[in-house]
C-alpha cells in the first residue's frame, strides 16, 4: 500500500506521551466508565485501557470490524459524560499520544537480524510493491540497525498468508530472513508449492496462526496504515528517505 496513506503521522513533529501512572485496566473500572456514555457500550468498540486526568479519562479503544480492528484515542468528559473520539493536544500544541504496548509489539516480531547498536521496526507485505521497492533500495544500507521485522499480509493481496508462512517456517531468524529476501529481491515463488486451492482462503498452520496473532496484535498496537512502516526503537514513524539516507551515510546519529 502507497506510504503516503501515513505520511500525515510521520509529519508530526511534537509528541507528547502520556504518563502512564494513572492508567486504568481493571476490567471493572473500565466497565464503569462505559456506562458513563452510550457509545462507548457499542459492541464495536472494546476497551483497552484509560488514563485518568482531573477532568478526563484518556481512553484507548479498539474498534472491531469484519475489515479489521483499529485503534482510537478518545477524550471522556469527567463532568459532562461528553465523548470526543479522534487526536487530542495539549495547550502547547502537542499531540497526546496513549502509551504503546511495547511488550505485544516486541513479541509480534516476525524475526530479526543485524548487529547495529540502533533498532528499527519495519512492518511488511511480502506481495507489497512498494515494500519490494524500499527492500530493494534498503540492502546493504542497513548496517547501523538491529533490524525487527514485522510481516502484515494486507487483506486485498491474496499470495501474501502464503508467503509469510513459507518464510515463518524457517527454522531460525537466519533462514527466515534469507526467505524474505529470496521473495522479496529475488521474485521466489516457492511459497505457492503451500497453496493447496487458489480458491479458497490460505489456512495457516497452527503454529505459524498462533504467531499471526501476536504479529496483528503488534500492527494494532502501532496502529499501522499502510506498508512499508518504519519505526524507531521508540516506535515513533521514521520516513524511508531518513532511513535510507542516514544508511547511505553511514551516520552514527
Known amino acids: 500500500m502507497n506510504r503516503t496513506l501515513i505520511t500525515f503521522v510521520t509529519t508530526i513533529t511534537l509528541m507528547t ?76 500544541g502537542n499531540a497526546i499520544l496513549f502509551p504503546k504496548d511495547m511488550q505485544a509489539i516486541k513479541e509480534g516480531v516476525s524475526f530479526s537480524y543485524g548487529k547495529g ?11 507489497c510493491p512498494y515494500c519490494t521497492r524500499f527492500e530493494k533500495a534498503a540492502a546493504g544500507k542497513l548496517d547501523d540497525y538491529r533490524v525487527h521485522v514485522i510481516l502484515f499480509p494486507l487483506s486485498f493481496h491474496k499470495k501474501a498468508p502464503a508467503m509469510v508462512e513459507w518464510i515463518m517456517q524457517g527454522e531460525d531468524d537466519v533462514q527466515k530472513k534469507k526467505r524474505f529476501e529470496e521473495i522479496m529481491l529475488k521474485g521466489s515463488t516457492q511459497y505457492q508449492e503451500l497453496i493447496k486451492d487458489v480458491k479458497k482462503p490460505f489456512v495457516y498452520s497452527e503454529a505459524v496462526g498462533k504467531t499471526m496473532q501476536k504479529m496483528n496484535k503488534a500492527i494494532l498496537e502501532l496502529n499501522v496504515r499502510g506498508t512499508p512502516a518504519i519505526y524507531d526503537a521508540n516506535f515513533k514513524p521514521v520516513s524511508q528517505d531518513k532511513l535510507l539516507n542516514i544508511g547511505a551515510k553511514g551516520s552514527k546519529k
Open 17 to 92: 506521551t502520556l504518563n502512564a501512572t494513572n492508567l486504568i485496566v481493571n476490567q471493572n473500572k473500565l466497565q464503569e466508565i462505559k456506562t458513563k456514555n452510550r457509545v462507548l457500550q457499542d459492541p464495536v468498540f472494546h476497551m483497552i485501557g484509560a488514563i485518568e486526568k482531573p477532568n478526563s479519562y484518556i481512553l484507548k479503544i479498539e474498534a472491531r470490524s469484519p475489515r479489521g480492528s483499529q485503534l482510537l484515542n478518545a477524550i471522556l468528559d469527567k463532568q459532562t459524560n461528553e465523548l470526543y473520539i479522534g487526536s487530542a493536544y495539549d495547550k502547547e
Open 117 to 127: 547498536s540502533k533498532e528499527i521496526y519495519i512492518v511488511t507485505d511480502p506481495e
